[in-house]
């Protein structure tokens, strides 16, 4: 299935602008492992759609399209999703990953507060300024995008009220894979919030709350996004894996 502008638009309530920039007219990066073997920059599946959702979300937060479409932002973002997803093939390691980070924002960064948390959050160390996702690991793994605000003329206070909101697409997103991929994470020792919750019928209910209120708040911002998202999260209730636990709850 090809995502066009229009259904970024009509199903996902993302801004014309962004919808037919990231439809239309960016292309693919060259020599990058988070689009390798692309031939188009959108595929469907939250892993690309994460990006235009993320970038329509900071615009209605007020951040102009001049400033996000920038192409030097937007390089940037790329670049870091390279690295991001050799961190994840384990050809980097954390520090690895960390220091290219570091190397390849260097001279470029506008919110320092938020640089050097992200920095000292990913290296096991306290913040200062914002305070992460911290409660359950395996919803951390949003955070790594967060560095893609740092070249931003954006203010504190403005990243302090912008964090709820980015959980609130997160957090949903990173659950229904939680909800999917349960029986492998189990089998192979995986990050998952509802292992974390207790892998039992009580962690699965747990899970559900979590993910209805972020959709709650996110319907603020992006109702039909919220609206869209809570039919996949439904969906996820009848996965056998998930009956099996409610069942013996």
């Known amino acids: 299935?090809?995502?066009?502008?229009?259904?970024?638009?009509?199903?996902?309530g993302i801004s014309k602008e962004i919808a037919d920039y990231f439809a239309n007219a960016r292309p693919v990066p060259a020599n990058n492992l988070f689009w390798k073997n692309k031939r188009i920059y959108l595929s469907i599946g939250f892993g690309f759609l994460t990006i235009p959702?993320?970038?329509?979300?900071?615009?209605?937060?007020?951040?102009?399209?001049?400033?996000?479409?920038?192409?030097?932002?937007?390089?940037?973002?790329?670049?870091?999703?390279?690295?991001?997803?050799?961190?994840?093939?384990?050809?980097?390691?954390l520090p690895s990953f960390l220091q290219a980070c570091h190397q390849l924002i260097q001279g470029k960064i506008r919110q320092h507060h938020l640089a050097s948390d992200l920095f000292a959050f990913f290296s096991g160390k306290s913040t200062s300024h914002f305070t992460f996702e911290m409660r359950y690991p395996a919803l951390a793994r949003s955070d790594f995008f967060l560095f893609t605000l740092v070249d931003l003329q954006v203010s504190d206070e403005w990243i302090r009220d912008?964090?709820?909101?980015?959980?609130?697409?997160?957090?949903?997103?990173?659950?229904?894979?939680?909800?999917?991929?349960?029986?492998?994470?189990?089998?192979?020792?995986?990050?998952?919030?509802?292992?974390?919750?207790?892998?039992?019928?009580?962690?699965?209910?747990?899970?559900?709350?979590?993910?209805?209120?972020?959709?709650?708040?996110?319907?603020?911002?992006?109702?039909?996004?919220?609206?869209?998202?809570?039919?996949?999260?439904?969906?996820?209730?009848?996965?056998?894996?998930?009956?099996?636990?409610m069942i013996n709850r």
Do not use: C
Not at 1 to 12: A, N, P, W
Not at 59 to 71: A, E, F, M, S, V
Not at 74 to 86: A, H, P, Q, T
């Open 1 to 12: 299935m090809v995502v066009t502008s229009r259904i970024l638009q009509d199903r996902l």
């Open 53 to 93: 959702l993320a970038f329509d979300l900071m615009h209605k937060r007020g951040i102009p399209l001049t400033d996000l479409l920038d192409d030097e932002h937007v390089s940037l973002m790329e670049k870091g999703f390279d690295y991001l997803k050799r961190h994840e093939a384990n050809e980097m390691d």
């Open 162 to 245: 912008f964090l709820p909101y980015w959980y609130s697409l997160a957090r949903p997103i990173l659950l229904l894979d939680d909800f999917k991929d349960l029986p492998e994470d189990l089998e192979k020792g995986e990050e998952n919030t509802i292992i974390e919750l207790g892998a039992d019928g009580k962690a699965v209910e747990q899970a559900y709350a979590l993910g209805r209120a972020d959709l709650q708040l996110l319907s603020e911002v992006n109702p039909q996004l919220a609206n869209y998202m809570e039919l996949f999260l439904k969906e996820t209730e009848a996965y056998s894996h998930i009956q099996e636990l």
